[in-house]
């Protein structure tokens, strides 16, 4: 699959690297700054948690600072958790869920259609049919545990990969955005700490601009599951499992030296959670999808909330790139399932723990495609196109109808028209 230009600027742009206390990276004339620009940032170990972290805003405060905040909020009561899981491309809802019965579908695609036989059925929607490797997201479907939203967007849509995106991060119309969505929620009284940074927790070593703040830390991780103690030479699991044992046993004599003692205490916090990450990380009933970057960040903030780590909001991007300007049945296909396949588990997985009433998660991509293929068996960006509430809690209903692909349901562009806004999701 081939993507345009500015799908690649915008992901290059908003991977590059910042500078050391400049916060994110410019964005080119003419592009909104993503929300969060210029937030101050800091790279810290929370021991607490065993993550490499940068945490941005709080800027005043000391490390000391974040990690009682974090112990502070660990000791509270569990708290509700919201995931926002971010589809890079533009997704094209119209294969997600195809509209095999309206003619008009089967004149717009004439290589890129699907037909009743290779699709599966949607419970209660007569009309649109699952793509053949949806299966997963078909099966919590079916088990009432995602509501659909077919054709969801906002209006008058914006096609550019970077400003559509920047809408749904700061949930409004608004280039001039600063802060996220999420970001907001967390700085409400009551619901943020101004000193847990692990509170708004972007996985994938940057921050998600939905969780860009005005008043409390955030962070962001790499690898949230790859605490240990690395010991060079050592490779036999019998001798670094003893060595571990003796770390922590040296955490435990008293000292008077108050140098000597904050060693050990943080010696002994390190081998307390060594060894409570290190059970559920090896004996998980619940297995995930191999070689599956979303599957991999899925499990580790299941094992992170069931340690009881102060996570109120996580931000995540899925696997693949659904620009698909041409050649778009090569690819499509495996990529929603890489992502459907890992959802599954993970949602399985926060049952399997006992804390999945209290999780919800929102699947969105930046708009959906146009309904007519263009000349490179490909589509071009388009308006609405599909979104996902999953979770326990959802409702399994589906949030405005599938328009028909007509003068009625397409606007003055050939594009589809929302039947849901995804500000009305957030709320």
Not at 370 to 383: C, M, V
Request: some cysteine; hydrophobic content about 35%.
């Amino acid at each position: 699959m081939a993507c345009c230009n500015d799908f690649s600027r915008s992901q290059l742009l908003r991977s590059s690297v910042a500078k050391a206390g400049q916060g994110l990276p410019a964005i080119e004339f003419g592009m909104p700054n993503p929300a969060g620009t210029g937030l101050t940032r800091r790279s810290m170990l929370l021991g607490s948690a065993g993550m490499f972290l940068t945490v941005y805003g709080a800027d005043k405060m000391g490390v000391d600072a974040f990690e009682t905040g974090v112990a502070e909020a660990f000791s509270g009561p569990a708290q509700s958790v919201v995931v926002s899981i971010f589809l890079p491309g533009g997704m094209d809802g119209i294969s997600v869920l195809a509209p095999v019965y309206d003619p008009n579908y089967q004149t717009l695609r004439t290589t890129t259609r699907m037909d009743e036989a290779g699709t599966l059925a949607v419970n209660g929607v007569p009309n649109l049919r699952w793509h053949p490797q949806a299966q997963s997201l078909k099966d919590l479907h079916d088990g009432g545990k995602v509501t659909v939203f077919p054709a969801i967007s906002y209006d008058h849509p914006n096609q550019s990969h970077f400003t559509s995106r920047h809408f749904y991060e700061v949930g409004a119309l608004d280039p001039a955005g600063t802060t996220g969505w999420l970001g907001r929620w967390l700085d409400l009284p009551g619901v943020g700490q101004e000193n847990n940074p692990i509170q708004g927790l972007s996985l994938g070593g940057q921050l998600s601009p939905a969780l860009a703040t005005a008043r409390v830390a955030v962070a962001a991780a790499t690898s949230p599951s790859g605490y240990d103690f690395p010991s060079p030479g050592v490779y036999d699991d019998y001798v670094e499992n003893a060595m571990a044992a003796g770390f922590d046993q040296l955490g435990n004599p008293g000292t008077t030296d108050p140098i000597l003692r904050q060693a050990r205490q943080a010696q002994r916090n390190a081998s307390a959670l060594r060894g409570q990450l290190a059970t559920p990380l090896g004996t998980s009933s619940v297995t995930y999808p191999a070689n599956n970057g979303l599957a991999n960040d899925l499990r580790s903030l299941v094992l992170l909330l069931k340690a009881g780590l102060p996570i109120r909001a996580c931000a995540i991007e899925g696997n693949g790139g659904f620009d698909t300007h041409s050649n778009q049945v090569a690819g499509f296909g495996n990529d929603l399932q890489s992502n459907c396949d890992a959802l599954k588990a993970y949602q399985t997985h926060l049952e399997t723990e006992g804390i999945a009433d209290r999780v919800v998660t929102f699947v969105w991509s930046e708009f959906g495609r146009r309904p007519e293929e263009n000349d490179s068996n490909g589509t071009d960006h388009g308006a609405a196109g599909v979104g996902f509430l999953i979770g326990s809690k959802a409702t399994g209903q589906t949030i405005g109808e599938f328009p028909t692909l007509d003068s009625t349901g397409l606007d003055d562009y050939g594009n589809v028209r929302a039947t849901s806004d995804f500000r009305g999701v957030y709320c």
